[in-house]
């Protein structure tokens, strides 16, 4: 090992409470020092072993210290590491073809960025060079597409969805103006009255918003397929036909962020999953393998960016991220991993459906693939969201060595996303402790003793 890594890796409590006193965040939410980990596990600096249910911001895909990897990026890394974007090197020729060949037929040319955010941004540059002379954009209600200024200025975080002004609101003077048309979040219906089909009902919205909301036509209107931070909210095939018939009638380019869609909904992208198609689509998180990689894919006949510095970045194009980017595709494709996703996908949300009868306080499971919500609210008639208790089973979970995420603008949704390369045995040890959490804070009862929960004690081993 690196004598400097080696430092690092030995650092003691006291000189990591003297480094934290450097470092400032923007966000997250607080969590233990992690040091190593290995397949869909990581283990802290105390030794402690965690099973990670948000495959750390959703992003890693085959897990920790993946083999052929880790390869790859040995063997890459003596050649090249960075190269800046006016060079051609073979790994962007090459990922930019297979890009295209996992996205709808149509859609071939490819732009990369370093985040998601970036890539939004980049995707609203493609529908201003498109549609010149227009200035608006629409949004959905409660999405999140990232913390630049101008994708703050879609994300809920910027309004007050939450119960209070937060994020992006610090930033009003520079923040653009979205409208937003609702999501559709069935559960909690965000139009008045009753509709025989409601989450067209919310679609229609959007044609409202164009003649009576903005001034001039629409430039674009972006839509997350599914959405993750808003609660694991799905679309339905019909919203977004819907949305599509929209947007060409009134001529808006449309938009998909797919940054956290693509292969975890259990097909490559979300475009194939619903059969529908957009103008413009956005990956990132997963994209990279493990790296920081995002991309716009744009659709034959729309006008692409030239070279008059329209889309310039340092690092857009980082031969590493490529290279990871590429073998974890080939590997999702080998292994079948969007079969195991929606297998295992549906095996978790059939099991914590099958708990509704202990716990009606699980108001809806919501599942495509690998993307899962658990809402929980009161059973009464009003469906009160329980924040305070989904808070309160995450934190149980992590003592019990499973990582499960926030969701919701009000934080009332369990998120269970792990790798793509979970197994059923591993699913069960999930669903064991999600058992156990809930039994712990919705019902002050104890863990259940069952074959499950043992073989969770062997399976905390060390991380190796």
């Not at 978790?348 to 809806?364: G, L, Q, T």
């Amino acid at each position: 090992m690196d004598s400097l890594l080696d430092k690092i890796y030995s650092l003691s409590q006291e000189e990591r409470d003297d480094c934290r006193k450097h470092v400032m965040l923007g966000g997250g939410t607080p969590g233990p020092t992690m040091v190593k980990g290995k397949g869909i596990r990581l283990q802290d600096v105390d030794g402690k072993s965690y099973i990670d249910c948000t495959s750390q911001s959703w992003a890693m895909y085959l897990g920790f210290s993946h083999p052929e990897i880790v390869g790859i990026i040995k063997d890459h890394a003596e050649n090249l590491t960075h190269i800046h974007q006016g060079f051609d090197t073979l790994t962007r020729l090459y990922l930019a073809r297979e890009i295209s060949r996992i996205c709808p037929p149509g859609f071939n040319r490819v732009s990369f960025t370093v985040g998601g955010g970036p890539a939004i941004e980049a995707a609203m540059k493609v529908a201003f060079l498109n549609r010149p002379g227009t200035q608006a954009f629409i949004s959905q209600y409660d999405s999140y597409h990232g913390t630049t200024l101008t994708a703050m200025s879609a994300s809920w975080h910027s309004t007050k969805a939450s119960g209070s002004y937060m994020g992006g609101s610090h930033f009003l003077p520079l923040l653009m103006n979205f409208a937003r048309f609702p999501n559709p979040y069935l559960l909690r219906l965000p139009i008045p009255g009753k509709h025989e089909y409601p989450d067209v009902a919310c679609a229609e919205v959007l044609r409202t918003i164009i003649e009576r909301g903005i001034n001039g036509p629409p430039t674009a209107v972006i839509v997350e397929p599914l959405q993750a931070s808003a609660g694991q909210i799905p679309a339905t095939k019909a919203y977004l036909q819907k949305v599509r018939e929209i947007c060409d009638e009134y001529g808006a380019i449309l938009i998909f962020d797919e940054i956290q869609t693509l292969c975890r909904i259990g097909r490559f992208t979300a475009a194939e999953y619903y059969g529908v198609d957009p103008d413009i689509i956005v990956f990132g998180k997963g994209l990279g393998g493990g790296l920081p990689l995002a991309c716009i894919v744009i659709r034959d006949g729309l006008k692409g960016f030239g070279h008059d510095v329209q889309e310039l970045h340092t690092f857009a194009s980082p031969t590493l991220s490529h290279v990871t980017s590429a073998k974890m595709i080939e590997i999702v494709r080998r292994d079948n991993l969007l079969e195991n996703t929606r297998r295992i996908g549906a095996y978790i949300a059939k099991n914590v459906e099958s708990m509704r009868d202990e716990f009606p306080e699980v108001a809806e499971t919501r599942q495509a693939g690998l993307h899962i919500g658990v809402e929980f609210a009161r059973p009464d008639a009003a469906l009160t969201p329980m924040p305070a208790e989904c808070v309160a089973i995450r934190d149980a979970a992590i003592k019990r060595g499973c990582i499960f995420g926030l969701g919701g603008v009000r934080k009332q949704v369990l998120k269970i996303k792990p790798p793509l390369i979970t197994t059923q045995n591993e699913a069960d040890t999930i669903l064991s402790i999600f058992h156990d959490c809930a039994a712990e804070i919705l019902r002050a009862g104890k863990p259940r003793a069952a074959a499950s929960s043992r073989k969770d004690n062997a399976e905390m081993a060390t991380v190796k």
